[in-house]
């Protein structure tokens, strides 16, 4: 069964990467901060500003001067001071150890509100795809840290839904789970 979950999570993920990337190599996307543009990747500041990463106007990343897990363990209790459910947390690092494969720390926790949720749905049932929310946390090859989340306008628009208010919502409230989960000097 986890070996079942991990497989389609990655297939669900690497999907949406496609999508959102067109022909984007896959590659490019592997060191977003390697102090060097790669391919469509700009450099990803230090500080928590949001920047345009893989294919354009797709992701919001930011860097977390904390590792993978405390940055994770920052999201999760800022979510439960929001009150706002965790569905589930996707430790890929450890997935990708169980199969015999190496990879860096990365984890998604997956979370959001079913009335949200549900009347987007209602709206378009194409959106489900995308649903619940997700922020991603990785360690890259330099050992630096990032958080990623999707940017909901250009999301909502693949669904015809950009004039919707929930959509404007969800992105601030991303936004400000980031902002206060991660350290600060």
């Known amino acids: 069964m986890r070996i079942e979950l ?4 990655a ?28 391919g469509n990747i700009p450099d990803v500041p230090e500080k928590k500003e949001s920047v345009t990463a893989t294919g354009g106007n797709r992701l919001n990343v930011y860097a977390s001067r904390a590792g993978v897990n405390e940055t994770v363990n920052r999201i999760r209790q800022t979510l439960d001071r929001l009150d706002i459910p965790v569905f589930a ?26 009335a949200v949720g549900t009347r987007l749905m209602q709206e378009n049932p194409a959106i489900a795809i ?10 890259d090859r330099q050992g ?10 250009g999301l ?4 015809g839904m950009e004039d919707n208010p929930v959509i404007s919502n969800m992105q601030n409230l991303l936004e400000k789970i980031v902002r206060e989960s991660l350290p600060v000097d």
Not at 11 to 27: D, H, R, Y
Not at 130 to 139: F, M, Y
């Open 6 to 9: 991990f497989i389609l999570t």
């Open 89 to 114: 947390l996707f430790d890929h690092g450890k997935n990708a150890l169980d199969a015999g494969l190496a990879l860096p720390p990365t984890q998604v926790i997956v979370f959001g509100s079913p």
């Open 156 to 159: 909502a628009a693949d669904y």
């Open 144 to 153: 630096n840290v990032w958080v990623a989340f999707p940017r909901m306008c």
């Open 130 to 139: 995308e649903l619940p929310l997700k922020i991603a946390v990785w360690e």
């Open 11 to 38: 297939a669900l993920l690497s999907g949406v990467m496609t999508a959102q990337n067109g022909e984007q190599n896959m590659k490019e996307f592997e060191s977003p901060v390697s102090g060097k543009e790669t």
